[in-house]
């Protein structure tokens, strides 16, 4: 059975940083990523990396701030978070892949094939 189990989130001011973790089980991936959705609004893009090799894909929004990474060995995800605004306020969800594809650089969700039940992150002014 796939689980992609998060954590991490949580209240921060304004210029603070908070880790985001996912911890992927059942199968491997070839690429993992994470989304955010704030209230009323559609679920947005945040960054994605290849399980094996260096690649990754940031909106613009978060360049520069945040940074996707991996560990092979624990199956997990991380997603550091710095600098973060209150705009950055929103729940968090990790999503898998089975291949990579260049296309997830379009930052569609609909190319990716599980989601985990996400973790709210507010950031406060």
């Known amino acids: 059975q796939v689980q992609l189990v998060e954590s991490g989130g949580g209240l921060v001011q304004a210029g603070g940083s908070l880790r985001l973790s996912c911890a992927a089980s059942?199968?491997?991936?070839?690429?993992m990523g994470w989304f955010r959705q704030a209230p009323g609004k559609e679920r947005e893009f945040v960054a994605v990396a290849r399980w094996s090799g260096g690649t990754t894909y940031y909106a613009d929004s978060v360049k520069g701030r945040f940074t996707i990474s991996r560990d092979n060995a624990k199956n997990t995800v991380y997603l550091q978070m710095n600098s973060l605004k209150p705009e950055d306020t929103a729940n968090y969800y990790c999503?898998?892949?089975?291949?990579?594809?260049?296309?997830?650089?379009?930052?569609?969700?609909?190319?990716?094939?599980?989601w985990g039940q996400g973790t709210q992150v507010t950031v406060s002014s």
């Open positions: 999503a898998a892949r089975f291949s990579w594809s260049r296309d997830l650089s379009l930052g569609s969700s609909q190319l990716y094939d599980y």
């Open positions: 059942g199968r491997a991936f070839g690429a």
